[in-house]
Nanobody, 128 residues
Framework: QVQLVESGGGSVQAGGSLRLSCAGS?????????????MAWFRQAPGKEREGVAT???????TYADSVKGRFTISKDNAKNSLYLQMNSLQPEDTAMYYC?????????????????WGQGTQVTVSS
């Protein structure tokens, strides 16, 4: 069973920073090189649909939602089976539960249904 575990969420004031981490483990990670996966961060605010925040393809290329471009940076460490999201200049509208997701394909997308594996989420709260 594949497991994704997020950490690093918390409460910050507007303008602050947080770094989220997502550690992967489980059967498939023993069989496949982590670098072959598409990884992504999604978020869901109360009363809103889950939305894609950032993705990183197997080759390391990245995409970002317009709302976070220039503020968030997605990265991964294949050797550690870990995914990260550095979030700077946080704003109250960034408040949400943040989820990491994985799909065993090289390319990504912002459609949540594309992803096979999800973490349990980590809460980010930004106060004004």
């Amino acid at each position: 069973q594949v497991q994704l575990v997020e950490s690093g969420g918390g409460s910050v004031q507007a303008g602050g920073s947080l770094r989220l981490s997502c550690a992967g483990s489980g059967g498939i990670y023993r069989r496949y090189y982590y670098g072959n996966y598409c990884m992504a961060w999604f978020r869901q605010a109360p009363g809103k649909e889950r939305e894609g925040v950032a993705t990183i393809n197997a080759d390391g290329s990245t995409t970002y939602a317009d709302s976070v471009k220039g503020r968030f940076t997605i990265s991964k460490d294949n050797a550690k089976n870990s995914l990260y999201l550095q979030m700077n200049s946080l704003q109250p509208e960034d408040t949400a539960m943040y989820y990491c997701a994985a799909r065993p394909y090289a390319t990504c997308g912002f459609v949540s249904g594309l992803y096979n594996y999800w973490g349990q989420g980590t809460q980010v709260t930004v106060s004004s």
